[in-house]
């Protein structure tokens, strides 16, 4: 997708390991957020930023922290990968507050935990 | 508790039908409701936004309405084609002030030829 970029695609990893997936964004965007989808769920938001070093919960923050140093980059660590994270997790981008301009997301990364 | 409700059930309309898709909500007093489009293994689309004080919004061949009364909108596409086939999310901002977006689970729309 367009000025907003996920890696890895797709991450096969060992319960109890940590985890750190990337975002990278072009747009000079304020506002970045990582979701999960999972099928009986839909997207849940697990941690957005408002700015560099503002980060704040979602509704499944449990497991996970993130980190923004950089306006761009905003990166998502599981920090003891388990088998109810495997998922496939969106990170997502808003010019506005309050996303009123809609949210970019990005093409996602399925992680898998064995 | 807030909810956000959409059609668990796929849609299965003809080619040029209208398509309208629903989306209810509880416990919530958003001030715009949005509507993504999500193909399989891609990200979500925004699509169209509608503020809770517009009754409806046009884009195209799409069509968004917002009742704040029956705390629901309703999404069409006319002349429907099956490159439109894909799931359709809503999602809202729960209040007036910065909040995040939560999304209803959506629902699938097949167009046959």
């Known amino acids: 997708d367009a000025g907003i970029t996920q890696s890895p695609r797709h991450k096969v990893t060992e319960t109890g390991t940590p985890v750190t997936l990337r975002c990278h964004q072009t747009e000079n965007h304020r506002y970045m957020y990582w979701y999960r989808q999972d099928p009986g769920h839909g997207l849940r938001l697990i941690h957005y930023s408002y700015g560099v070093k503002d980060t704040d919960k979602g509704e499944v923050s449990d497991g996970y922290s993130v980190s923004r140093s950089k306006t761009e980059d905003f990166l998502l660590t599981l920090e003891s990968a388990t088998s109810s994270q495997t998922s496939v997790y969106f990170c997502a981008i808003s010019g506005g507050s309050q996303g009123a301009d809609g949210y970019t997301f990005g093409s996602g990364t399925r992680l898998t935990v064995v | 508790s807030q909810k956000i409700e959409q059609n668990s059930e796929a849609l299965n309309i003809q080619e040029g039908k209208t398509a309208t898709l629903t989306c209810n909500y509880t416990n919530y007093s958003p001030a715009y409701l949005q509507w993504y489009r999500q193909d399989p293994g891609r990200g979500p689309v925004f699509l169209l936004l509608i503020r809770e004080n517009e009754k409806e919004k046009r884009k195209e061949r799409l069509k968004v309405t917002f009742d704040t009364t029956l705390k629901q909108s309703l999404f069409h596409i006319t002349a429907s084609q099956p490159a439109d086939s894909a799931t359709y999310l809503c999602?809202?901002?729960?209040?007036?002030?910065?909040?995040?977006?939560?999304f209803g689970k959506g629902t699938m729309l097949l167009v046959s030829p």
């Open positions: 999602a809202l901002a729960p209040d007036s002030g910065y909040s995040t977006l939560t």
